[in-house]
């Protein structure tokens, strides 16, 4: 009886992984969408701080495909995909020191997911980024 309630809460505090979401994304599309659309494109997927970071980059289109694919990523995670739910603006890529990018959630996402812990990786090659994201709850 005690053993079996030892592994039971064992296994209640042992982190499991409860999502995984990949995406890849077309920097050339990305890029056509921010000279077609401007500001009403990036100001409805992108963060401030997102933008800022991109803009300083040698290849800023890059990094903007790169946190689109993120988002899309992140919304195959939680499983869900694209709902009515999802808010481009609530999952913001940032970047430690290092670079190492991690997700900051807000708004809704942030209360649905901030007790989670959310991994992030990106990659780019040429006209290709790829992002892979991993909840673990
Ligand atoms: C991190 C590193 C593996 C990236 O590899 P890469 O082939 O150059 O670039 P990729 O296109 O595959 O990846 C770029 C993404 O890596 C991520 N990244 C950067 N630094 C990272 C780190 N320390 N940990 C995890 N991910 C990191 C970023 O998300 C970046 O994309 P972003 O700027 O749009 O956010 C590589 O730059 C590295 O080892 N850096 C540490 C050492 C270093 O910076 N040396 C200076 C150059 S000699």
Request: glycine share 8%; aromatic share 10%.
């Amino acid at each position: 009886m005690i053993f079996r309630s030892l592994l039971t809460s064992l296994e209640k505090k042992t982190p499991m992984v409860e999502g995984v979401g990949i995406d890849i994304a077309e920097v050339s599309r990305i890029r056509k969408s921010i000279e077609d659309y401007g500001e009403l494109f990036t100001g409805k997927v992108f963060t401030e701080a997102e933008k800022a970071y991109c803009v300083e980059k040698p290849s800023p289109y890059q990094h903007f495909a790169a946190r689109f694919a993120a988002k899309e990523a992140f919304s195959k995670a939680t499983g869900t995909g694209w709902d009515d739910n999802f808010s481009w603006q609530e999952v913001e890529v940032i970047n430690e020191a290092s670079g190492k990018p991690v997700l900051r959630l807000s708004g809704l996402t942030l209360r649905t997911f901030g007790h989670k812990r959310i991994f992030l990786s990106l990659s780019h090659s040429g006209d290709y980024v790829t992002a892979v994201v991993v909840i673990e709850g």
